[in-house]
């Protein structure tokens, strides 16, 4: 059974169709004036998939932040066909608000098709059921979050969060530049394979840039700290249950220029490589 915070999410990637590419999403709501990066990748997702064939899912999409989304207002996606092939769809989607692009999106589909398989192991990390629930930590933290980070909370509230190597907030204690997490809805998803890979791509984005704090005795609670992610992007490996948890595996392998950069991935309880991540965002101390 969902939550409500998660039948509000998937209510979301429910798109309105105004035109014959065109469709109309709108925002969570809240009080901060941003509206969550995976929530956009979501939607964006939802929309591009309206217009590509049945038989072909999603394996890999890139995509860039360009301008803060407003709440307040419902963002239009446009979706471009760049490419109907033998085996491969390729679609752009631009997201819209006020007339400006705040987010472009480029994502690739492809029929299923038998071939050689092989995958990274997954890594050591705890088992999920003995971890607290990063809800029970975080939320009495929201209020001492800085004004661009307090958007990401409303995604803790639909997912489950249980971080194995979890930084204590707001001092963040000097680690290694790698996290390890367990995650999964904050209920039950419908049996639809779309919207398992829409809500895990939204819940991707959550703690990811903050990977590239940890070894500078940093975090995304730190005074004056000003991140927001750049760009990201997901290959979508295999099929998952996201009913299930799914153990989200990053680390940073550089930050320079005031950028930092991470990477992913994503195994199901089988041990399966299900997904690979990676981002790059800003990552300044205000002086």
């Not at 940890?214 to 004056?224: K, Y």
Request: with cysteine; net charge negative.
């Amino acid at each position: 059974m969902a939550t409500n915070a998660l039948n509000q999410l998937i209510k979301l990637l429910t798109l309105e169709k105004i035109d014959e590419n065109l469709y109309r999403g709108q925002s969570e709501a809240t009080d901060w004036g941003r509206v969550y990066g995976g929530q956009v990748i979501a939607q964006s997702l939802s929309a591009a998939k309206q217009q590509v064939a049945a038989d072909r899912d999603v394996h890999s999409f890139h995509s860039y932040f360009l301008r803060p989304g407003d709440p307040d207002h419902p963002i239009i996606f446009e979706v471009e066909n760049n490419l109907d092939a033998g085996t491969i769809s390729n679609r752009r989607v631009k997201a819209v608000q006020k007339g400006r692009p705040i987010f472009f999106m480029t994502c690739s589909f492809q029929v299923e098709m038998e071939g050689l398989d092989h995958g990274a192991s997954m890594p050591a990390a705890p088992e999920p059921e003995g971890l607290p629930r990063d809800l029970e930590f975080t939320e009495d933290k929201i209020l001492q979050a800085p004004e661009d980070w307090l958007p990401k909370f409303n995604a803790i509230r639909a997912i489950d969060f249980r971080s194995a190597n979890r930084q204590d907030l707001p001092a963040a204690e000097r680690t290694k530049a790698h996290r390890q997490l367990w995650m999964r809805p904050n209920g039950t998803l419908p049996h639809d394979p779309l919207i398992h890979q829409y809500v895990m791509a939204y819940a991707s984005d959550f703690f990811f840039l903050a990977t590239a704090t940890q070894p500078h005795d940093l975090s995304f609670m730190t005074e004056d700290m000003r991140m927001a992610t750049i760009d990201h992007s997901i290959w979508f490996h295999r099929p998952f249950d996201f009913n299930d948890w799914l153990l989200y595996d990053m680390d940073s392998p550089s930050a320079s220029n005031g950028r930092g950069f991470v990477r992913g991935q994503i195994f199901d309880r089988q041990g399966r490589l299900v997904a690979s991540t990676a981002q790059e965002g800003i990552m300044r101390i205000k002086r």
